[in-house]
């Protein structure tokens, strides 16, 4: 099977759950803009040098892949939803950085190469989390997805001072 249906020649895409969506919707904007995000995190894999950052950056693309599933899923059938435990472990992992450092003063992003990677990717995550919010008014989004996201901004502006 080539990885080239045709069956979006028309402007048409489907989802996970089978629909057929035009692919200027607004699901495939959030759940496009996430797959651009992932793209972004894993270059600042590359480019990061504490090791529970490159850690956590795996562990944010895995989200990642369950959060497009879910938005791509109409009527929250997916089945691997994010779930509370999701939302404790981001939380946690946001706690345990703050007690490394504190924030004293107005940033100055991009110090260093890595934190500017993951500025980057907090700013897409940023954007992410509007589309999710613009798709929430009119169609169901899981409140988790809404927080993760959040929280997942937070977290990599953590990450991006703690490479500084």
């Given at each position: 099977?080539?990885?080239?249906?045709?069956?979006?020649?028309?402007?048409?895409?489907?989802?996970?759950?089978?629909?057929?969506?035009?692919?200027?919707?607004?699901?495939?904007?959030?759940?496009?803009?996430?797959?651009?995000?992932?793209?972004?995190?894993?270059?600042?894999?590359?480019?990061?040098?504490?090791?529970?950052n490159?850690?956590?950056?795996?562990?944010?693309?895995?989200?990642?892949?369950?959060?497009?599933?879910?938005?791509?899923?109409?009527?929250?059938?997916?089945?691997?939803?994010?779930?509370?435990?999701?939302?404790?472990?981001?939380?946690?992992?946001?706690?345990?950085?703050?007690?490394t450092?504190?924030?004293?003063?107005?940033?100055?992003?991009?110090?260093?190469?890595?934190?500017?990677?993951?500025?980057?990717?907090?700013?897409?995550?940023?954007?992410?989390?509007?589309?999710?919010?613009?798709?929430?008014?009119?169609?169901?989004?899981?409140?988790?997805?809404?927080?993760?996201?959040?929280?997942?901004?937070?977290?990599?502006?953590?990450?991006?001072?703690?490479?500084?």
């Amino acid at each position: 099977m080539s990885i080239s249906t045709k069956t979006g020649d028309k402007g048409f895409t489907s989802l996970w759950s089978q629909q057929r969506v035009k692919k200027d919707h607004i699901r495939v904007e959030a759940y496009g803009t996430l797959d651009e995000l992932e793209a972004f995190l894993s270059e600042a894999k590359h480019f990061v040098e504490m090791a529970l950052n490159k850690e956590i950056l795996e562990q944010l693309q895995i989200i990642l892949k369950r959060i497009m599933g879910a938005l791509a899923t109409v009527e929250d059938t997916f089945p691997n939803p994010i779930t509370g435990e999701d939302i404790e472990n981001i939380e946690s992992l946001i706690y345990k950085l703050e007690q490394t450092f504190k924030i004293k003063e107005l940033v100055i992003l991009g110090k260093t190469i890595p934190s500017a990677k993951l500025d980057i990717c907090r700013t897409i995550t940023r954007r992410a989390e509007r589309c999710i919010i613009h798709l929430a008014n009119s169609e169901t989004v899981s409140e988790n997805i809404i927080i993760y996201i959040n929280r997942m901004s937070d977290l990599l502006f953590l990450m991006a001072r703690s490479e500084e």
